[in-house]
């Protein structure tokens, strides 16, 4: 996939241009005619299972490096974890409270003692400790951290693992390339992509999926399909192409042909080896990160995992003790297992959350919210491990030393999946929009 | 067998099999349309946007559909006002009104009735305050709808309800409208934002960071506007207006500079007002600003046809569909005193409401455009649940049952609505449907529930109840599709049905639920 070049692409995919003209011209009615991203999406057949022809054509040619990463894991640490108890201890500090640090596999990186495993795994791991944003609300912190953009009333930007679903190629895929495992809110939307990218939804692998089972036996289940058509028929007569526009048939085959899918056994994490499933830990967020991995060899191209709890107004140091038990051994593990695989190089794995905690400890014993200088991990995927970017004061101060903004991140993340992360997008209203406004932190990268 | 085991079922089931029985036997007393004497002040106002409207097919060479089916049209009433499809009994009732006043006896019934207000206030709260919960304790979304409800129910005049929205005080909790302040964060910004969009259908927030050279809306119109919201202050009593400036950073000198409030264009005379609030909601809401009433206008339009006159919904500044619509509409809203009630009649009057969908040859892109045939247009989540809450009765599910109510007020948090996924503050753009929408279709659990076969659910009755195999289909048509079966329909099922009794009955009648259901028609306004 990766040696195709420029012009492989370009021939191979309708420049986006003409989408967007043929979009503008075509005012014509509330269906799927009507609006740009509805006919680009409808025409790369939802999204899901045939060949995603389009987008990528005007960007390729422009993307700085040779792509490595292919796929995308982000492990969701909803709550906003506070970043002294995991990624940026300050042992010995007036902020540290009781928490202490442990050295890890890189000499002169420390890690919050409750991440022993993962301080085993340093070398493959980038910290950034110097995010900063804006953005110190649940909801409007967590849009930010999952899309590169601050909310917005006049448009709604794709999730970056809607970009990547949309922008990633992908022929053989029948199961949702973009899928969230055991979400927490709902941000994880295909935006101004449109609603086919948005996030599937599932929950911990170890219960059936959620409405993929019929819950008739199979030749009933045929019988009802066959009634199906008749009132579909009667519909097409009714309505002409009119009615073939909605692809509400198609939309069904699609969703009919996805719940026989083999793709799905990704989802059984109880195939794999006892010692397998051990490393990651018996919780729903360790079989989640199990089940991302064989995700990721089915073709999809982004899972994100949730695991909340990390708001802790109250009793922050047990609460983030608890937290890190489940977080260490799945994200430690993913990192062992994904290199096992020979998966490491093209899955980026990120960790974040919507924002970090205050340095002050208040009097329920617990940290507030700190959207001014928090911490996220990076591994794999083209990211050069075994380094820290950016440093908070030891003092609790607001300003980090070497910021890095959200878009920078984001733009480095797309960068090293082979995205442009300037290419032009055009919103359902036709306003022009870049995937990220930021610049690749080349340091980030190997 | 069947009749053995009623003897075990409970009184109260077994009532609730005889209502079963009186429906099915068309004996149910029809509930009774409100008497209102036919308005000719509305048919007039119809009749000039129809003029508007024929000048316009003309002028592209289009003719436009007949009417619909007087079935269709009422569904459309439902799903447009209440978010849900006509029982089988309300449908009854209307086959024995005359042809000529159906629309509007069921329009005027509708209107009266309490899910028209939850329903029409879910819709027009995610416009004011958005659809997520906002900030922990101080604002609760769902206090909001309530009150927008009530407002709604007793129909409290639209530009009064926007000026109390705009200048109220006080604790979310007992003067819930502060929650728009307060859903906001009271930033001066963002309600400076809500407030031009909302409300007046301008997007004069793209000018927040900078001018742009062709745009209308300059930086300082913007700045001048959020400048009406620096005196809002939390206080121990709740919101309050207790002072403060606007301040922004002087882009040259890099000063803080204070900005006075301003509105961007005249709209009459404001006169003095002690808050700033006031002042703003008085040129908001004032007679002569041109877009207060036009934005509403086409927010209720596009609610009842699935397709605005103008779209984006909240950009008034964008080609119309058809010019002139809007203003008439507009001008006769203020007429009658911001009445949103008058306004849904005259809407619903029109020829446009009115047309059929299809037509004997295919209808055009530009046909649907110029609503010279009714839009196709996709259902909202929770028009859809709150049509799998309907067809499981055969009896209206309405104000008095309390489901209906119940579910659009605890709406955000509906599991269904959750599976099946919410556009949001979008909900007003068009998108195909998607996979997982079809999969909790064809195997979640609430379309499972409500179209199976028990001794309360629709399924259940159709099967134990109805005369014959032919009544069965049609009754399952009507209370799904609000129409009869054609008749290739009705011979397929009623072939699935032949000679079926009991158990096997009832889910040979689930399996047509099924499939009635899981059709584009089921899920689609039309």
Same mark, same amino acid.
């Given at each position: 996939m990766e040696s195709l070049s420029a012009s492989d692409k370009t021939q191979q995919r309708p420049p986006f241009a003409r989408v967007i003209q043929s979009c503008q011209a075509a005012r014509s009615g /509330? #269906?799927?005619?009507?609006?740009t991203f509805g006919r680009v999406t409808s025409l790369s057949s939802l999204a899901w299972l045939a060949a995603q022809h389009f987008g990528l054509a005007d960007a390729v040619a422009t993307a700085p490096r040779r792509p490595r990463a292919r796929a995308l894991i982000v492990l969701w640490l909803g709550g906003g974890p506070s970043q002294l108890e995991t990624f940026d201890p300050k042992p010995g500090t007036a902020i540290a409270g009781p928490t202490r640090a442990i050295p890890t596999r890189v000499p002169g990186i420390e890690l919050a003692a409750g991440l022993p495993q993962l301080a085993e795994q340093m070398e493959h791991v980038a910290l950034v400790r110097s995010m900063l944003t804006k953005e110190g609300d649940h909801e409007r912190g967590t849009y930010l951290m999952r899309t590169g953009y601050r909310p917005n009333p006049t448009v709604v930007h794709p999730a970056l693992g809607a970009i990547c679903a949309a922008e990633l190629p992908e022929d053989r895929a029948e199961i949702p390339r973009y899928i969230s495992i055991l979400?927490?809110?709902?941000?994880s939307r295909g935006g101004y992509l449109g609603e086919e990218f948005d996030a599937f939804r599932s929950g911990d692998p170890r219960d059936p999926l959620p409405d993929l089972v019929s819950s008739t036996a199979d030749a009933r289940r045929l019988k009802r399909l066959e009634d199906l058509d008749v009132v579909e028929r009667a519909m097409a007569r009714r309505y002409g192409a009119r009615g073939q526009k909605t692809l509400h048939r198609e939309t069904v085959d699609r969703a009919v042909r996805m719940m026989s899918s083999e793709q799905l056994d990704a989802f059984r994490v109880q195939d794999e080896p006892a010692r397998v499933r051990e490393g990651y830990g018996d919780t729903p967020f360790g079989r989640g990160c199990l089940a991302a991995r064989r995700l990721i060899e089915a073709g999809v191209r982004c899972i994100e995992i949730s695991l909340p709890g990390?708001?802790?107004? #109250?009793?922050n140091f047990k609460g983030t003790a608890e937290q890190t038990k489940t977080l260490d051994p799945a994200f430690a593990a993913l990192i062992q297992d994904l290199r096992a695989h020979d998966l490491f190089d093209s899955t980026l794995v990120l960790c974040t959350g919507e924002f970090g905690r205050t340095p002050r400890i208040n009097p329920a014993d617990g940290r507030d919210h700190w959207p001014t200088g928090f911490s996220l991990a990076l591994a794999g995927g083209g990211i050069r491990g075994g380094q820290v970017i950016g440093e908070t004061s030891p003092e609790g101060k607001p300003q980090p030393k070497d910021p890095c903004t959200v878009d920078d991140v984001y733009a480095t993340i797309l960068a090293s999946m082979g995205i442009d992360p300037a290419k032009m997008m055009s919103t359902p209203i036709g306003r022009p929009i870049k995937l990220s406004e930021g610049k690749v932190i080349e340091r980030l990268l190997a | 067998m069947q009749r053995a085991r009623c003897l075990l079922w409970s009184a109260g089931a077994l009532l609730g099999l005889v209502a079963g029985v009186a429906v099915l036997a068309l004996a149910a007393q029809a509930p009774g349309p409100r008497a209102a004497p036919p308005d000719a002040t509305v048919a007039e106002a119809a009749g000039r946007v129809d003029q508007i409207m024929q000048e316009a097919w003309q002028a592209a060479g289009l003719e436009a559909l007949p009417p619909a089916d007087s079935m269709l049209v009422a569904r459309r009433l439902y799903l447009a006002l209440c978010g849900t499809l006509p029982s089988l009994e309300e449908m009854r009732a209307l086959e024995k009104r005359p042809p000529e006043t159906r629309a509007s006896d069921h329009l005027e019934r509708l209107l009266g009735d309490r899910r028209f207000a939850d329903y029409f206030a879910e819709r027009l709260a995610r416009a004011f305050v958005g659809t997520q919960d906002g900030p922990f304790l101080i604002y609760r979304r769902r206090r909001f709808v309530y009150w927008l409800s009530d407002q709604l129910a007793k129909s409290r005049p639209y530009d009064e309800l926007v000026r109390e929205l705009l200048t109220a005080e006080g604790l979310w909790t007992d003067q819930p409208a502060t929650n728009y302040i307060t859903a906001q964060e009271r930033d001066p910004i963002r309600l400076a934002a809500r407030t031009a969009r909302a409300f007046l259908g301008l997007r004069i927030d793209c000018a927040q960071c900078h001018d742009h050279p062709f745009a209308r809306w300059k930086q300082r119109d913007f700045q001048g506007l959020a400048a009406?919201?620096? &005196?809002v202050q939390p206080t121990v009593t709740g919101i309050a207006d207790r002072g403060g400036e606007f301040k922004v950073e002087d882009r040259e000198t890099k000063e803080e500079r204070v900005v006075p409030p301003a509105v961007p264009f005249d709209a009459g005379s404001l006169g003095d007002a002690a808050r700033r609030r006031e002042h703003l909601a008085r040129w908001v809401t004032s007679r002569e600003n041109p877009y207060f009433a036009q934005a509403i206008a086409n927010r209720v339009w596009t609610l009842v046809f !699935?397709? !605005? #006159? =103008?779209?984006? =919904? %909240? %950009? #008034? &500044?964008a080609d119309p569909r058809v010019s002139g619509v809007l203003e008439v509409l507009a001008d006769d809203f203020r007429a009658h005193g911001y009445d949103l009630r008058r306004l849904i009649r005259v809407i619903a009057a029109t020829r446009a409401f009115g047309t059929? /969908?299809? !037509?004997?040859a295919d209808v055009s892109p530009e046909q649907q455009n110029l609503f010279a045939a009714f839009p196709l247009t996709r259902l909202r989540s929770e028009q859809i649940a709150g049509s799998l809450i309907q067809i499981s009765s055969l009896r209206t599910v309405d104000a008095d049952s309390h489901v209906l109510v119940r579910f659009f007020r605890v709406l955000n948090s509906s599991e269904f609505v959750n599976r099946y996924g919410d556009a949001g503050e979008e909900e007003l753009s068009v998108h195909t449907g998607t996979i997982p929408q079809r999969l909790v279709m064809m195997n979640g659990k609430t379309p499972r529930e409500r179209t199976e076969a028990n001794l309360v659910n629709a399924a259940g009755r159709i099967a134990a109840l109805a005369p014959s195999d032919e009544a069965r289909v049609r009754i399952a048509y009507l209370v799904c599709l609000s129409r009869v079966p054609t008749a290739d329909e009705a011979a397929h099922f009623v072939e699935r049905l032949r000679g079926l009794r009991a158990k096997p009955r009832g889910l040979a009648v689930e399996d047509m639920l099924w499939a009635l259901v899981n059709a584009t028609e089921f899920s689609w306004n039309h």
């Open positions: /509330s #269906l799927i005619t009507r609006r979400p927490s809110d709902k941000a990390w708001d802790t107004h #109250l009793n | 009406y919201f620096a &005196e !699935g397709q !605005g #006159l =103008v779209e984006p =919904v %909240d %950009d #008034l &500044e059929d /969908s299809a !037509g004997a």
